[in-house]
């Protein structure tokens, strides 16, 4: 009785859908929303003021935005996927600059020095939420 070995193997690798890469990194802009509020919310509840130009940013402010700039990162993530050759780097490199971009409006606000840093903290607790969510969402 003799066996064949094959001589080379084949292997198959899927893409994820675009509807799996929405669906995923839908659920993560809510949990990032959710987790966003929920720094403010302790923040404020520690003696943070969210106050910026002298009007208190409300708690639920800060998902909405969370949710309104995820879905914008969603927008990026279906282009870099449809039309990067590395679209796992390129949303990486994309959204590491863009959290980083992110805090100049925050150190640019009239606001005490610990508001400036909860706001900042809010988009990295964001930002380390959907980031890799999407991400495992790319080939």
């Not at 966003?36 to 923040?43: D, E, L, R, S, Y």
């Not at 520690?46 to 409300?58: F, H, R």
């Not at 800060?62 to 993530?77: P, Q």
Request: proline share 5%.
């Amino acid at each position: 009785m003799s066996t064949t070995i094959p001589t080379h193997a084949t292997t198959t690798t899927t893409t994820p859908s675009v509807g799996s890469l929405l669906l995923t990194g839908s659920a993560a802009a809510v949990a990032a929303a959710v987790s966003a509020a929920a720094v403010a919310a302790v923040g404020q509840a520690v003696g943070i003021t969210t106050n910026v130009g002298g009007a208190p940013i409300p708690t639920s402010g800060f998902a909405v935005l969370t949710l309104i700039f995820s879905v914008l990162g969603l927008g990026i993530g279906v282009a870099v996927r449809r039309f990067s050759g590395r679209p796992r780097v390129a949303w990486f490199r994309t959204t590491i600059a863009l959290t980083v971009l992110s805090f100049v409006p925050d150190l640019l606000v009239d606001a005490a020095v610990t508001t400036k840093m909860l706001l900042m903290l809010t988009h990295v607790v964001a930002a380390a939420i959907v980031i890799p969510a999407v991400a495992r969402r790319l080939s």
